[in-house]
């Protein structure tokens, strides 16, 4: 006989009108394999599944890691972003500078400003010997030369009334004021903010000091990170102690201390 002509079911094949048992298989347990296999595939995909009290619970789980991680990571990127600013705005003052000095000869031939709060006297001196070698900078004016808006936004940041405001092109900004000077010796203080347009605009965070200190008669001309305050410490442990102890726009003088640190902010800088 053959089956393969035939209607076949299971165990049992159907031809002739006759029914042939095939040998070998058992109609019962075939029917128990069918069941077993199907109830075995059932139990895989239950434990492939979640729950949603699970899925729950893992999303929990994450969210209080995030929340203990990721404020540690912010603080790191923000440190990382500080301290490679400062660096760059240091070498970029620096070099226009430098550049300066092959157009104008060496300091002690340069005008300096002579008058606190002057802002026409401060404007000159940056338009004669900073703008020419910087690139993407604007001045924000009090005035109709200038941009007011800008202006006014730049000293809020700063608090220190500045008679000239200037920003990037890259979004950092920096203000400029003539300390006690006369026509021999006298500082420029600088404060630069390195993100200016975002927060948090504060000193010892993205807001800090430099200084140009001259002294006309003795040839002597200093350009470095800090106020006044620290200009003669040499110490880390001095830059440090002060750094710790200054409140308000005094905190602006922790750049010395970063400087100090090969422009790096290390895990005991006073991350307020």
């Known amino acids: 006989m053959d089956c393969f002509a035939s209607v076949c079911n299971d165990a049992k094949c159907h031809a002739g009108g006759k ?24 139990s895989k995909r239950q434990k492939a599944a979640f729950t949603l009290a699970e899925v729950l619970i893992t999303l ?24 490679v600013r400062l660096k760059k705005f240091y070498s970029t003052m620096s070099n226009a500078f430098n550049l300066a000095t092959i157009d104008y000869g060496a300091m002690r031939y340069w005008e300096f400003p002579t008058t606190q ?27 109709s030369s200038g941009d007011s808006a800008c202006f006014v936004y730049g000293n809020k940041i700063f608090k220190q009334g500045l008679p000239a405001v200037y920003i990037f092109s890259d979004g950092s900004c920096f ?12 500082n420029i203080h600088i404060y630069y903010d390195y993100n200016c ?24 001309y200093t350009f470095k990170a800090g106020g006044y305050r620290v200009l003669n410490m040499t110490t880390r442990e001095e830059l440090l102690n002060d750094c710790k102890n200054a409140q308000g726009n005094a905190r602006g003088e922790c750049a010395a201390l970063i400087q100090y640190d090969g422009w790096e902010i290390k895990d005991d800088y006073p991350w307020w």
């Not at 029914?19 to 029917?31: C, D, K, Y």
């Not at 140009?212 to 002597?220: A, E, G, L, N, S």
């Open 60 to 83: 929990g789980i994450i969210g209080i890691v995030a929340a203990m991680t990721l404020p540690t990571l912010i603080a790191s990127y923000n440190k990382q972003e500080c301290s």
């Open 19 to 42: 029914t042939v048992i095939l040998r070998g298989v058992n109609p019962e347990e075939s029917q128990e394999k069918r069941s077993f296999a199907s109830l075995k595939m059932t």
């Open 175 to 186: 203000g400029l004021n003539i300390g006690g000077s006369n026509e021999g010796a006298g």
């Open 117 to 143: 709060n002057n802002g026409p006297q401060m404007s000159k001196f940056a338009k004669t010997y900073l703008f020419p070698y910087l690139t993407g900078l604007r001045e924000c004016g009090d005035d």
């Open 197 to 220: 347009m975002k927060g948090p605009n504060e000193y010892g965070k993205d807001v800090f000091e430099f200084l140009i200190r001259w002294y006309k008669y003795y040839d002597q």
